[in-house]
């Protein structure tokens, strides 16, 4: 039985119907014809059973056996089903038969047999057609026209009480037969459920009804809508406090996948804690950096940042933006002293100022004139390594005490299972982010029970899936957890963009957290590492975060270059020692040079049709240079001919993707051509 068979009804228009009205009653009538049937029949055959048992002994002694016999089958065989249609079966099979028995022997037409089959067949057949229009679930406990699916799978008695039916989504409300199944045998049978509906095993998912244990919700998503993937749209909260949600991704139904670092007494939430699981090839680095791509664009917030294992090579564009940097193990362990030693510094200074936990208004210069504090996360990138040459406890005293310290600690490594990290330190993290794992095992050192009874399941996609993942974390409903995201796909060139254009706004480290740390630690932290802004090449203009992608409006700003130069060189040859006199006189004036602004032809709109149809020739033109691999930012250096913003370029880049013409690569941001015949198959 389909999946569409299996979750909806089929209705159909007169008008529209190719049979015309008579095919669509005949439709319509069909489900109620079989009572009416088995009556017919049974008046038919009473003549041949009349012609060959009529006034016989022993065809009345069989007959009324087979009689007794058939109803005692009836009601032993409707045992399974509720009580009151056991008893119309029975009840039916025993009126039924006995008139049989009483026609084969005497006729048809003798006595009251004739008033009896007129009067009595039809009634018998009204009350299954009454019973069919009444009944919520037909056939009673999930069984349908596949008899009876939820009995296949081990849930025999349930009841679809209601069903929500959306484009990729649909939600069963089940009732549970009481005392004989909960919610927990409902998750043991998903797999079993996918199987037979022939989804993936997490595309079927399962919410316990929290106030109701015989009740729950079953979710089926049938198609997979994460598969081609999104770019990072640029700053949800561009220069806005990191108490604001900070976006890392889509799940399948298109919402944000959002996470919240510090707490909220209002929203009855704590500071977050994060533990960032995935195997090699999962994504999960590449979701990290989009987090903290987020993280840089806010105003309140410092990250002190951590890999010794791979340096540069994964944190290396958000470098500059960064308050402290531990590319070595020795600059790591310093970050991890003092990270302990601020947390109490930290907490003296928010109650001084009569803070309970760490809020927008900390940031703020204080009434008395102080400077505020920020808030601090720290964030270990391949922690394993850090563990294993510390000790497994390392993390497990800060992720207890710095939530109120205006402290989050996030923990990145492949596998967080006991031999790397302490049960300690997994169970104070409280939150995580999991991509694709290898098994099971690796997928319940990081997800709740409810998570994975629900149906989350990261060994689903191992490596083959980058980015895929299940976020449980403070702030997020419980309904969530199984609920598959994919972290969006973060370009260099839109890092290197925030880190340059937020540098004005972005928090320096408070004097109370500075002096902690340079008490522990000293030249450790005093002497750290800091680099400088990158220096982009043209003004990053992307129409972001609510801009309109045919928005018409080119300003010469937008159109012109922006060149950034942090370091220039200085020419001393006209001075041996490099000083000028200022006391000098200044040459005579030879000439007046006026210098215009550059001109800039105005830019051609084209229609948006006119413009997908030119970003497909210059595909088609990057196919006949002999190009193997493209990026958005390939598109963009033809801009002029399209003029439009580079989020509307990633967005037709994700639709070649799902039309087959570009395939995604194991690097972030860049795509396989595929050749138009191919693509076409």
Known sequence: MSGDAQTATLQLDPNTHSGGVGDYLLHRAKPYLPPWIVAAGTGVLSLPATYMWGGSAAGAVGLTLASLGLTAATWWAGKPTTAQRRLHSAITVAAGTSWFTAAALAGPAAGPLPSLYLIGAPALAATWNVRQLLRVNPEGGGQGADKGLLEKVGLARTMVTSATVQPNKAAFELQLPGGELTPDDVSKALPRLAGALKVAKNAVRVTPDADDSSRATLTVVPHDLLKAGAIYPGPSHPGGSIADP??????????????????????????????????????????????????????????????????????????????????????????????????????????????????????????????????????????????????????TGIAQESRSAGISLV????????????????????????????????????????????????????????????????????????????????????????????????????????????????PAFTQRTRYPLPALPTAHHDGRHGADEDDSVYDQEEATPVHYDYNLPTDDSDDEDGWIDPEAELAPVVAVVEIAPPKIPPRTRVGKADAQRIMFEILADFEAEGRAEISPADFMEHCDRFNRSRSWVSAEVSAMVSTGRLRETDEAGRYEIIPLDHAAA
């Open 246 to 395: 900070v976006h890392v991704g889509i799940y399948e139904d298109g919402a944000h996948m959002a996470m919240f670092f510090p707490g909220d007494p209002a929203a009855h939430r704590n500071a977050m804690h994060l533990l960032i699981m995935g195997m090699t090839g999962s994504g999960k680095s590449e979701g990290g950096i989009t987090a903290l791509d987020e993280v840089i664009t806010r105003r309140d917030v410092i990250v002190w940042a951590s890999d010794p294992a791979k340096a540069e090579q994964t944190l290396g564009p958000l470098l500059p933006a960064l308050d402290w940097a531990a590319l070595d193990m020795t600059s790591t362990k310093a970050m991890i002293t003092a990270l302990r030693a601020v947390i109490p510094a930290r907490t003296a200074w928010l109650a001084k100022y009569g803070y309970k936990q760490w809020e927008p208004a900390c940031a703020e210069t204080q009434t008395d004139g102080a400077p505020g504090m920020p808030y601090l996360i720290g964030w270990f990138e391949e922690a394993a390594k850090t563990i294993r040459e510390t000790d497994d406890d390392v993390f």
């Open 411 to 522: 923990v990145s490594l492949q596998r967080a299972s006991g031999t790397q990290i302490s049960t300690d330190t997994r169970a104070s993290l409280g939150s995580s982010w999991v991509f694709g794992l290898r098994d099971d095992r690796d997928a319940n050192f990081a997800l709740p029970d409810e998570a994975m009874d629900a149906g989350a399941s990261p060994q689903a996609w191992k490596d083959k899936k980058p980015g895929y993942s299940y976020l449980v974390a403070n702030g997020i409903p419980e309904t969530f957890w199984a609920t598959p995201g994919r972290s969006y796909m973060t370009p260099v060139e839109d890092i290197e963009w925030a880190v340059v254009a937020f540098a004005d706004i972005r928090s320096q480290c408070d004097p109370v957290t500075a002096k902690a740390a340079a008490n522990a630690v000293g």
